[in-house]
T-cell receptor, first 111, second 114 residues
Framework: AQRVTQPEKLLSVFKGAPVELKCNYS??????LFWYVQYSRQRLQLLLR??SRESIKGFTADLNKGETSFHLKKPFAQEEDSAMYYC?????????????FGTGTRLLVSP | NAGVTQTPKFQVLKTGQSMTLQCAQD?????MYWYRQDPGMGLRLIYY???????DKGEVPNGYNVSRLNKREFSLRLESAAPSQTSVYFC?????????????FGPGTRLTVT
């Protein structure tokens, strides 16, 4: 079964504090993982993908196959980071690759 | 490019009424998707279309039908709306369902069924 778990519904931090949004996955094959973000009144958009090993807006995420995790991290949170974050897994079903999303974590960064 | 567009933005239906949510993309993408977003449940796939002329069920297809009208357009129909279908509906598209790809999302349709 393909499943993505985001254990925190809400994560509240102060500006300048480190942030870690947790994501764990269950998948029998070789996973591809993504983080999508939805800012207030905006559409859902891709933040980063694990295969790119990139840092976007100061966020990074490392795939840990041993712990089946793909946590999103940022050393110093900014108020503009406040948004809904979804972890997503690209699984394979009947040859077509679809995204399986977690339930999302709302990040609230206070001044 | 407008990207992915959806109409309407908001809709209120009475139980038993029908309606069609429209989605169009101008990025020449092959694959299109319909999701619903509910609090505490994230995004769940309703139906998808791998390419023009094909459609398949996702995780929560009951109560919905879809039509891939052409490469650009993918509509979602509720034949007899129920309160459980109150949700925010998102359409998305991607280049294809193969390989590493990004899904591009529309702005959403907020549907309330009373």
């Amino acid at each position: 079964a393909q499943r993505v778990t985001q254990p925190e519904k809400l994560l509240s931090v102060f500006k300048g504090a480190p942030v870690e949004l947790k994501c764990n996955y269950s998948y029998s094959g070789s996973p591809e993982l993504f983080w999508y973000v939805q800012y207030s009144r905006q559409r859902l958009q891709l933040l980063l993908r694990h295969i790119s090993r990139e840092s976007i807006k100061g966020f990074t995420a490392d795939l840990n196959k041993g712990e089946t995790s793909f946590h999103l991290k940022k050393p110093f949170a900014q108020e503009e980071d406040s948004a809904m974050y979804y972890c997503a897994l690209k699984g394979v079903d009947t040859g077509f690759q679809k995204l399986v999303f977690g339930t999302g974590t709302r990040l609230l960064v206070s001044p | 490019n407008a990207g992915v567009t959806q109409t309407p933005k908001f809709q209120v239906l009475k139980t038993g009424q029908s309606m069609t949510l429209q989605c169009a993309q101008d990025m020449n993408h092959n694959s299109m998707y319909w999701y619903r977003q509910d609090p505490g449940m994230g995004l769940r796939l309703i139906y998808y279309s791998a390419s023009e002329g094909t459609t398949d069920k996702g995780e929560v297809p009951n109560g919905y039908n879809v039509s891939r009208l052409n490469k650009r357009e993918f509509s979602l129909r509720l034949e007899s709306a129920a309160p459980s279908q109150t949700s925010v509906y998102f359409c998305a598209s991607s280049v294809s369902g193969q390989g590493t790809y990004e899904q591009y999302f529309g702005p959403g349709t907020r549907l309330t069924v009373t």
